[in-house]
């Protein structure tokens, strides 16, 4: 079992940074990849961000290269997702996962891969 809670979302203005966390508790190994999604109002459940657990093979979608980045503080077991660059369109709730039996060759953007969700924290980017 792992258990995830989110942290660190908030209201900001356009251009704005916000650094979301994600602790784990429970069982964490290296294999893991750990990832963020987001979900709008009214759209599907979109990726963000992936890495494994051991700090390898990170992966972003495109609409947050160079914006975002994910990484991670083994010894407080905490993954976190640092958001530069806000714009309106990453308004949304941010949701951390964990995906125990990665696929290989995976590139960790499958949310349906994921075998445990944290509660979400919402982003909200006032233009």
């Known amino acids: 079992q792992v258990q995830l809670v989110e942290s660190g979302g908030g209201l900001v203005q356009a251009g704005g940074s916000l650094r979301l966390s994600c602790a784990a508790s429970?069982?964490?190994?290296?294999?893991?990849?750990m990832g963020w999604f987001r979900q709008a109002p009214g759209k599907e459940r979109e990726f963000v961000a992936a890495?494994?657990?051991?700090?390898?093979?990170?992966n972003y979608a495109d609409s947050v290269k160079g914006r975002f980045t994910i990484s991670r503080d083994r010894t407080k077991a905490t993954v976190y997702l640092q958001m530069n660059s806000l714009k309106p369109e990453d308004t949304a709730v941010y949701y951390c996962?964990?995906?125990?039996?990665?696929?290989?060759?995976?590139?960790?953007?499958?949310?349906?891969?994921?075998?445990?969700w944290g509660q979400g924290t919402q982003v909200t980017v006032s233009s």
């Open positions: 996962a964990a995906d125990t039996r990665p696929p290989g060759g995976s590139d960790f953007s499958t949310p349906y891969e994921y075998d445990y």
């Open positions: 429970g069982r964490t190994f290296s294999s893991y990849a």
């Open positions: 890495m494994r657990w051991s700090g390898a093979s990170t």
